[in-house]
Structures are given as structure tokens and as C-alpha cells.
Nanobody, 114 residues
Framework: QVQVAESGGGLVQPGGSLTLSCVAS???????RGWYRQAPGKQRELVAT???????NYADSVKGRFSISRDNAKTAVYLQMNSLTPEDTAVYYC?????????WGQGTQVTVSS
């Protein structure tokens, strides 16, 4: 019974910032590992991930603007988003894993608009 919960989305003006949070639970081996997003009419794409050694991976479109971090228990990940543009508008999903199986939250809407 893996549970993944995102929060922090909302409406923000271009150039603004938001921080997304994700908490994963349900097993001693469940861990939160990153963020994906899906815009209307488009496929879900990777935004940022963090590995157990602390290394990170970012989509080219968000490098230098977004920063991912996690807590020590690896049950929560965060996404600091800066310099947001309308192209960042999407539903953002947190990705958690248990024995290599992906689990997803319900998503949190990020809308960048004036």
C-alpha cells in the first residue's frame, strides 16, 4: 500500500518561484526519487531525479532553474522551481519506487501565467 502525496502547486507569475513537496510511505523500502510532469496533450516527461549517492539528473529545459533535494530518510523529495515560464505549466507528479516498481501521486497543478 504505497502512498505518494504531492503538494505545493498553484498559480504563479512568470519569473516567480514555487516549491513542490512529496512524501512517500507504505513500506520500509519505499523511497521518493524524483519529479515528472505532463502538460495537456503531451506525454509525461522527466523533470528531475536524485539517486541514493546524492547525484541528480535534470531535464535540459529546467537545468539552472530547478533544484531537487530529499530528506535523510529518502521518503520525501522537494523541487525548488525558479524563473518559471508558461512552458513550465503542467501537472507535476512525484515518483516513488518499491523494488523497482514505480508509484505515482495524484499530481499537483503548476500554472505559470500573468
Amino acid at each position: 500500500q504505497v502512498q505518494v502525496a504531492e503538494s505545493g502547486g498553484g498559480l504563479v507569475q512568470p519569473g516567480g518561484s514555487l516549491t513542490l513537496s512529496c512524501v512517500a510511505s507504505g513500506s520500509m523500502f519505499t523511497y521518493a526519487r524524483g519529479w515528472y510532469r505532463q502538460a495537456p496533450g503531451k506525454q509525461r516527461e522527466l523533470v528531475a531525479t536524485v539517486s541514493n549517492d546524492g547525484s541528480t539528473n535534470y531535464a535540459d529545459s529546467v537545468k539552472g532553474r530547478f533544484s531537487i533535494s530529499r530528506d535523510n530518510a529518502k521518503t520525501a523529495v522537494y523541487l525548488q522551481m525558479n524563473s518559471l515560464t508558461p512552458e513550465d505549466t503542467a501537472v507535476y507528479y512525484c515518483n516513488a519506487r518499491l523494488y523497482g516498481i514505480n508509484f505515482w501521486g495524484q499530481g499537483t497543478q503548476v500554472t505559470v501565467s500573468s
